[in-house]
């Protein structure tokens, strides 16, 4: 088995549930891992850079985002599909490493407009710079789902530690050495770092060992290329609308020249996403599962996963808003204090984002992505009117505000959705109870003072303490009927 050495057994013979959880505890070992060294790079990022090039940065970093987002075009998820399918792998590879070519093109074509516009020279150079390690990251895409199928996850972690590992050692070098070098040299420096450690992470996950198949033609090539396109493209838009909404509010305070604030907001975010990065690990897990599995067992597996993930979600809401003072002045120096607050008001993100992912994969499955184009749309449009109207009020707390109010919309018209389509993989009561009750607490806590943040502590405790024994009952509950079959 890919999980473990000691085990001989096929992933397919093996019981879900233990696959599932050793699965999980692989990837977010790793995760943990690379976020340590990430935070570390960031460290080191914001002191070589300084408050106002890290803020330039921040800009460039959105932008280049954007076009990994639209590049990756829910590639993965299709690729994913396609091997258990019964696809030759070999074929599979090969077409997606040419269809990420295409959306790698139509994501430049798409931001270099946007960025040109609405972004400064140093923020415009923050964004070339930071290309390369987007376009080569997009072209591992195959490799990393050809990976995840076949559940060899603790090869998927090794590549990205000691690329990571190898990304760090490069960066702290430029910062021992740069520090006096102009804005454009660090810039280039930090995007140095970031394309040695996706080439790295190409060439260690690049499937070597696949069996040979007779040369395809140019017209089967060509084929399977369309094929894979078609089934990605309503992922794929309903993807980069998402990416658009989590970085609208970042390009809106650049376009109305917040430089400080965004630096600020910036550390804020950049935790915030280390942290759903880490807590959502265990949806790929379960999406590889998943499609492997029969249609009949699907909507266990994600029920499982959903119930860990508001779990994890909650409490790592409640966590990221305690550790704010601490974090922020270890990623950016006293300089971010600001930061802090921007954590706070952040923080239910951290349940909404993570809470939300296996309702997206639950339609990837049933085939029924373009419902997620609607949902996408609907929470970006709204995020860029309150993003308008707030931030010339409240500055970075009226992105704050925006992002969490839309967020939360979204999650749950997501869940609701899966349920009806998939009926039994959702645990709405849970989903809506744990946003609901996070969201209170620490908006409580960030805007009613002292007396506050007492009360905003109390409810945020009780809500922890109550979607535990929720997602305890439910996973326990659920955990059992797969494990009858297996």
């Excluded at 140093?122 to 076949?150: D, G, H, K």
Aim: charged share 10%.
């Amino acid at each position: 088995m890919a999980l473990s050495c000691g085990d001989t057994r096929s992933p397919d013979e093996t019981p879900q549930v233990r696959l599932l959880l050793s699965g999980a505890a692989v990837q977010t070992t790793g995760k943990l891992i690379t976020l340590v060294l990430q935070l570390v790079c960031l460290v080191f990022v914001t002191r070589l850079l300084g408050h106002g090039g890290f803020g330039d940065l921040a800009a460039g970093l959105a932008a280049a985002g954007i076009v990994e987002a639209v590049g990756e075009f829910g590639l993965t998820s299709t690729l994913v599909l396609r091997f258990g399918e019964g696809h030759h792998p070999r074929l599979v590879v090969r077409s997606g490493v040419w269809a990420s070519f295409a959306t790698i093109v139509f994501g430049l074509v798409l931001v270099f407009p946007i960025a040109f516009t609405v972004l400064s020279v140093n923020e415009r150079l923050a964004f070339l710079v930071l290309l390369p390690s987007s376009i080569l990251t997009l072209l591992a895409v195959s490799c990393l789902a050809y990976w995840q199928y076949e559940l060899s996850f603790i090869r998927l972690v090794r590549a990205n530690v000691i690329a990571q590992m190898i990304g760090t050692i490069f960066l702290f070098v430029a910062f021992l050495v740069g520090r006096h070098w102009p804005e454009p040299a660090k810039l280039a420096a930090v995007g140095g770092s970031q394309a040695l450690a996706a080439a790295l992470v190409l060439v260690l996950l690049w499937p070597r060992h696949l069996p040979m198949i007779d040369e395809a033609d140019d017209g089967e090539q060509s084929r399977a290329v369309i094929a894979i396109l078609l089934g990605a493209f309503p992922l794929g838009i309903a993807g980069a609308i998402s990416l658009l909404h989590v970085r609208a509010d970042q390009l809106v305070l650049a376009g109305m020249h917040y430089r400080n604030g965004l630096a600020n907001y910036a550390i804020a975010y950049r935790a915030l996403e280390a942290i759903v990065g880490g807590i959502a690990t265990v949806s790929v897990v379960a999406f590889s599962l998943m499609s492997r599995a029969p249609a009949e067992q699907r909507a266990g597996r994600a029920r499982v996963a959903t119930a860990l993930l508001v779990g994890a979600g909650t409490l790592g809401s409640v966590a990221f808003a305690l550790a704010a003072p601490v974090i922020v002045p270890i990623l950016g120096g006293a300089g971010y204090s600001g930061a802090v607050r921007s954590c706070r008001l952040l923080a239910p993100v951290v349940v909404m984002s993570v809470s939300n992912v296996m309702a997206g994969r639950v339609l990837i499955a049933l085939h029924r992505a373009s419902l997620l184009i609607g949902i996408a749309f609907s929470g970006l449009a709204l995020n860029v009117m309150l993003n308008l109207l707030l931030i010339p009020h409240l500055g970075t707390a009226g992105a704050a505000t925006a992002t969490v109010t839309t967020e939360g919309l979204g999650a749950l018209a997501l869940a609701w959705v899966a349920e009806r389509k998939e009926p039994g993989s959702q645990p709405l009561a849970l989903l809506v109870g744990a946003i609901l009750g996070v969201t209170s607490a620490l908006l409580v806590w960030s805007w009613a003072g002292s007396s506050g943040r007492v009360v905003g502590l109390v409810l945020g405790a009780l809500t922890v303490a109550a979607v535990t024994v929720v997602t305890l009952r439910l996973t326990a509950h659920d955990v059992r009927e797969p494990s009858a079959h297996t």
